[in-house]
């Protein structure tokens, strides 16, 4: 059972985004998460935001990640700078089902 977390992020500075998830990844798979993708909806009501989803094998290691980013000096900063040209728009957390 995975676990799926999806940030939107509504900003116009594309080149900033881009290059500061870059620097988030590298964060969040350092401290277990599967995978960290960064999307751009181009079309319907969300067309513009960008998505970042980012992958737990079960919910003990999303735990963790969490955890670890809390005490993450980088990711502190990290988020600090993302609040100077973006705004986060929402926050969804997916299980999936075993099939």
Known sequence: ?????????????????????????????KHGAEFFRLSRFHTGALAGEWLIATRYPSWEVYGKVQDALTKDADYARLLSHVSTFAELMGRNTAVSVDL
Request: net charge positive; hydrophobic share 40%; charged share 35%.
């Open 1 to 29: 059972m995975a676990i799926v977390q999806f940030t939107r992020y509504k900003s116009d500075n594309s080149e900033e985004v881009v290059k500061t998830a870059k620097i988030a990844k590298k964060i969040f798979e």
